[in-house]
């Protein structure tokens, strides 16, 4: 299967832990999403890669939210000291550059803080 | 006011059925639009770009109305598949495509 993979599937920390989630994107995709849903919402856009910079962050983002793509290929999403509201699905997707801008996303983590 | 727009539903209709979706958006400068349809705790999957012409594929039709800045989405014959909700979206983004989501439309199709 070469479609995006993300790592984990679930998470569930305690308020104030560190967590750290992995996207692969589609091998000749160089640009990168992640994005955030919650219930009843849709996804709403965190960050963009495109290769190994990181070119738009959402006012979402906060400090305690960082994000990597070290060598243009996987993406980290890391979170320090996590919340109960950071609680949602953390989506990724990649695209091709140009075209309409289709995106395709991976399964998504979920993540629960307790 | 959002900047996409949608009906939460859900819609109930039988199978066979034909049903329509509406969405509309606030930013007059975007770029493309595309329907996403996502099943319960499933990623958004791309069902088709939406095209100033219209464009269909096979049962789904798909209209643009940049004027009124007004999208709509056909399903004709409806199959108990078809039970998912379904996410407008907009291509807001200048120099990089930043996918903008309505609440999306829950369809029901049943026996």
């Known amino acids: 299967d070469t479609g995006v993979s993300q790592n984990p599937r679930h998470k569930i920390t305690k308020r104030g832990q560190n967590v750290t989630f992995r996207c692969d994107p589609i091998?000749?995709?160089?640009?990168l999403y992640w994005y955030r849903q919650t219930l009843g919402q849709g996804p709403e856009f965190l960050t963009y890669f495109q290769n190994e910079a990181q070119l738009e962050k959402s006012r979402l983002l906060s400090d305690r939210f960082s994000a990597e793509r070290p060598k243009g290929s996987f993406s980290t999403l890391e979170i320090q000291r996590t919340e109960q509201g950071d609680s949602a699905m953390y989506l990724c997707?990649?695209?091709?550059?140009?075209?309409?801008?289709?995106?395709?996303f991976g399964p998504g983590t979920r993540l629960t803080v307790t | 006011r959002k900047e996409v727009e949608q009906d939460p539903g859900p819609f109930n209709v039988p199978e066979g059925a034909t049903v329509a979706f509406n969405c509309t958006y606030s930013?007059?400068?975007?770029?493309?639009f595309f329907w996403y349809r996502q099943d319960c705790r499933k990623e958004p999957k791309l069902l088709m770009s939406?095209?100033?012409s219209g464009n269909e594929d096979g049962r789904f039709t798909a209209q643009l109305n940049r004027a009124s800045q007004y999208i709509s989405l056909l399903i004709r014959d409806s199959k108990l598949s078809d039970s998912a909700t379904y996410l407008c979206v907009v291509n807001e983004g200048t120099g990089f495509q930043k996918l903008v989501f309505g609440t999306g439309t829950r369809l029901l199709v049943s026996p």
């Open positions: 091998s000749e995709h160089n640009r």
């Open positions: 997707a990649s695209s091709r550059g140009g075209g309409r801008g289709e995106q395709y």
């Open positions: 930013n007059s400068a975007s770029q493309s």
């Open positions: 939406v095209y100033s």
